[in-house]
């Protein structure tokens, strides 16, 4: 099929007049200008036609919104259902399925009193994680937020390891001891979900470097893995931000920022919180391309990820993408999310990206209602499984408190013998010998 990718408009930084430009000739990259705005909370998504700039604060190229659904409808109708085959069409309908079960019932578990602390739920954002995720490779690696539960899942890591580390038992992919906002697998190249906005944004650049050091340095050349790195639209004024946009364009490396702009950073607007809330023009101040998609739309995500992971993969550099998006749910299972408009939160309902998926492709006669009926079905059996196992899991021994934490043998934690104090059973009533 042809790219879906000319459809999609990424903004590249522009040349310097002494200098050529930094990136290959690619029609899918070239620059647009357009009077495109920010289409924020009070607007409707749309393909902006291109007219000349009335804003002096429009003066650079400007992206538009990918629409590649839109685009190819206007050429064929036949055309759409090559955007992905019935396999595809159905490995994403089931990983968004999955994704948004696991969180309806990581809200029953939390108001029972099974999780415990922040619980931060990602309903209304599959669209973003299932259409980067699913198209990477195990080798690739992945760090994510505090809302991190969906992104583990999209990698692969089981639902009962997740669930049992909400119910911090045992049987957890961090034994335990991470809960909701710290969930990490090493089989899975998930290298964490972190609690403080930004945290996670310098190790996915370490993580680039490790694969770019490994082929460039190490000689290792079938070594061509990619980093995705998720973040909230609040975390676009921190500092770790920038300085890691600018190293990574700096050494060219094989990552992408996926910013998931769901126009709030708990309580605040997005709108009233920056100078510019368009967020993916910080991209080419840095030298790299930035690109605003429709997060509500895994077919745009997927289309606009697949050209910047490819890039990655190939050594051009990194890509900053901006998806729009949106949260079902107030910021964590204790917000009571009264501060949003509710004729906002009802307009991005309607946009559900799993109902929109749904419609697409039965529309398009990739899947019947009762082959989709019969993933939901599976994803419920699966989300219960998940659950009765987390409630059947050991809690964590005592000895394992202070695993992890002292690397000295013969530090606090561990002893001469090689053994944890913590074993002692004098330990707790704090008259081991230290």
């Known amino acids: 099929m042809s790219s879906a990718l000319s459809a999609i408009k990424i903004l590249q930084p522009l040349p310097l007049p002494t200098t050529t430009t930094r990136f290959p000739e690619n029609p899918v990259l070239e620059p647009l200008k357009s009077n495109s705005s920010f289409l924020g909370s009070t607007h409707k998504l749309r393909f902006n036609s291109l007219k000349p700039s ?38 994403l309908y089931e990983d968004m399925v999955l994704g948004r079960a696991f969180e ?3 809200a029953q578990m939390y108001y029972r009193g099974k999780m415990f602390g922040f619980v931060h739920l990602y309903n209304g954002q599959e669209a973003v994680s299932t259409g980067f995720i699913k198209l990477l490779k195990k080798e690739d690696s992945v760090c994510s937020t505090y809302r991190d539960h969906v992104h583990a899942l999209s990698k692969g890591v089981p639902a009962r390891s997740v669930m049992s580390e909400l119910f911090g038992k045992a049987t957890g992919c961090c034994r335990g001891q991470g809960g909701s906002m710290h969930m990490f697998s090493k089989d899975h190249n998930l290298l964490g979900g972190f609690a403080f906005i930004g945290e996670g944004i310098p190790v996915a650049t370490g993580a680039a470097f490790t694969s770019k050091y490994k082929r460039e340095v190490l000689k290792q050349a079938d070594c061509d893995h990619v980093t995705l790195a998720f973040f909230g639209d609040g975390t676009c004024n921190n500092g770790q931000f920038f300085e890691c946009l600018n190293m990574a364009a700096l050494w060219k490396l094989p990552i992408v920022f996926v910013v998931e702009n769901n126009l709030w950073a708990i309580g605040m607007s997005h709108l009233r919180a920056t100078s510019d809330p368009e967020i993916w023009k910080k991209g080419p101040a840095f ?36 998806c729009e998006t949106y949260r ?35 529309a398009n006669n990739l899947a019947s209602e009762a082959e989709l009926k019969a993933i939901d079905k599976k994803i419920d059996e699966l989300i219960e499984d998940a659950v009765e196992f987390a409630d059947a899991s ?41």
């Open 394 to 434: 050991p809690l964590p021994p005592r000895s394992q408190l202070l695993e992890n934490v002292f690397a000295d043998p013969k530090g606090f934690g561990i002893g001469p013998d090689g053994k944890y104090r913590c074993e002692d059973p004098k330990f707790t009533e704090g008259t081991a010998q230290v």
């Open 287 to 322: 030298g790299m391309p930035g690109v605003h998609v429709d997060g509500m739309d895994v077919l745009k995500v997927r289309e606009v990820a697949k050209e910047a992971i490819t890039r990655a993969r190939r050594g051009e550099g990194p890509t900053l993408v901006e």
């Open 328 to 362: 079902f749910r107030g910021h964590s299972l204790a917000d009571p999310d009264e501060l949003r408009d509710p004729a906002e939160k009802a307009r991005y309902a309607a946009r559900d990206p799993i109902m929109a998926l749904k419609k697409y492709m039965t």
């Open 104 to 106: 309806d019932m990581c």
């Open 54 to 91: 009335s804003s002096s604060q429009r003066r650079s190229a400007v992206v538009a919104v990918s629409d590649v659904v839109k685009e190819k409808k206007l050429k064929s109708n036949s055309s759409l259902a090559n955007l992905i085959t019935k396999e595809e069409g159905l490995e």
